[in-house]
């Protein structure tokens, strides 16, 4: 509903609407058939990648365009809105999550082995870092890599791992020094196929459904030491860093979500008629309007106060981890709101009310909880 505040530039702009029309022809259309089907095709990370979508950030020796991660942020947005927050999840983990540190920490070899072909969207990435017994927690994981040789010998097992099923690749946190705490963790490329890794199980889900979500199991598992990515015991700095991103992609597609909610909101509002008026007419409502817009307002300039932050270079930890906060709760808020607002329609599968309430829910959890959130703003403000 309102303009980038001075953040995006002509440019970007006419990235959103091109992305916008990707969405709207190519996504859209399909999503809720994905959505029961709890998948999509495997043919949309290779349309992304043709389209430049999965490697805007990366430089173009690796097949990305360099263009930026303002570009992926108004990608982020524009993709919540694509009917299913499964496709955004599996689509967007690619190039937020499983992708990042292999730019970032990876060889050139190492690049040239995974980031090209998942950049291309030849090869599928995920993240491995939550385990049964460890989620927030991330020192505290038990998958443990013992060296012996040139290989390491790992065992464990990792849970909710998005595009876990039909990963590729997977880059995966482990304990290569269990008697080190922080320093003792690495990380290290699984890919698909080697012997004694395999995926546990699918898991369902109240939302996301469309994404795929796995429990994998790591039993007696060779991974060549040349997987390793940086160096031994680097791991939990290198998922740190990685976080920052995640939680402002969240940030970002809640506020993309958020619009979309509002936008159908405000139409139902002006459509529907009760008592003989239509909804708007009842101060109620236009007030309750009034607090959702406002309400995704400040969610918005937070968020975007984080990113300028973070795209200038700074490790902005405290003002990302307040927006992820607010703007994915503000999300779940303003799905309940706009459900309300529906009345009995907001509860029909036909209308997508009620998959934004299922989906918005797992903002606040993904990516670190909101109780973690606040676990590190009051780090930051030395308690
Ligand atoms: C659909 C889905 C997709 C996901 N995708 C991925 C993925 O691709 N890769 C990946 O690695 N992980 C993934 N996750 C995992 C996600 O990041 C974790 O679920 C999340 O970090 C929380 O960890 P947990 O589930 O173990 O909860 P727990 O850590 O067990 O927390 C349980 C509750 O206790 C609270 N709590 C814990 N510690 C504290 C504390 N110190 N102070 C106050 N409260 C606390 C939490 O906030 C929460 O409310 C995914 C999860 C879901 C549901």
């Known amino acids: 509903m309102l303009s980038g505040h001075g953040l995006f530039g002509e440019e970007h702009d006419a990235f959103r609407r091109t992305v916008r029309a990707v969405v709207q022809k190519e996504l859209r259309p399909f999503a809720r058939e994905w959505e029961e089907r709890q998948e999509f095709p495997r043919a ?21 365009s360099n263009a930026g991660e303002l570009y992926e942020a108004v990608l982020l947005e524009e993709l919540a809105r694509c009917g299913s927050g499964g496709v955004s999840a599996g689509l967007g983990a690619q190039f937020t999550i499983a992708t990042a540190p292999l730019h970032r920490y990876g060889t050139d070899a190492q690049k040239r082995r995974w980031l090209v072909p998942a950049i291309r969207g030849e090869r599928i990435g995920a993240l491995g870092v939550t385990e ?25 097992s990792k849970l909710y791992i998005t595009n876990g099923v039909r990963a590729d690749f997977v880059v995966l946190a482990v304990k290569s020094d269990p008697g080190a705490g922080h320093s003792g963790l690495s990380m290290l490329v699984v890919e698909r196929g080697t012997p004694g890794f395999g995926v546990s199980r699918r898991l369902e889900k109240l939302g996301w459904r469309a994404s795929d979500t796995a429990e994998l199991h790591l039993e007696d598992c060779r991974v060549p030491v040349a997987n390793l990515l940086g160096r031994e015991g680097e791991g939990f700095a290198q ?47 236009r007030h309750r309007l009034a607090e959702m817009a406002t309400d995704l307002e400040c969610a918005r300039q937070l968020t975007y106060h984080a990113l300028r932050l973070h795209v200038g270079g700074e490790y902005a930890i405290a003002q990302t981890s307040m927006a992820k906060k607010v703007a994915t709760e503000m999300c779940c808020r303003m799905a309940d709101q706009a459900l309300q607002l529906h009345g009995g329609a907001g509860y029909m599968m036909e ?33």
């Not at 949309?44 to 990305?64: A, D, I, M």
């Open 44 to 64: 949309l990370f290779t349309r992304f990648g043709e389209l430049g979508f999965l490697g805007l950030k990366y430089p173009e020796e690796y097949g990305g």
């Open 132 to 156: 049964p017994d460890a989620g927030s927690d991330v020192a505290g994981l038990r998958t443990t890599a013992r060296r012996d040789g040139d290989h390491y010998v790992v065992n464990g």
């Open 239 to 285: 998922i740190m860093g990685n976080f920052q991103w995640e939680r402002l992609s969240l940030a970002l597609g809640a506020l993309g979500a958020a619009d979309e909610l509002l936008e159908t909101s405000l139409q139902y509002v002006k459509d529907r008629h009760a008592f003989g008026k239509p909804l708007a007419a009842f101060q109620v409502l």
């Open 351 to 383: 209308l997508d009310i009620q998959r934004h309430w299922r989906d918005a829910r797992l903002g606040p959890i993904g990516g670190g909880t909101s109780e973690i959130m606040n676990e590190i703003i009051a780090k930051q403000l030395g308690i």
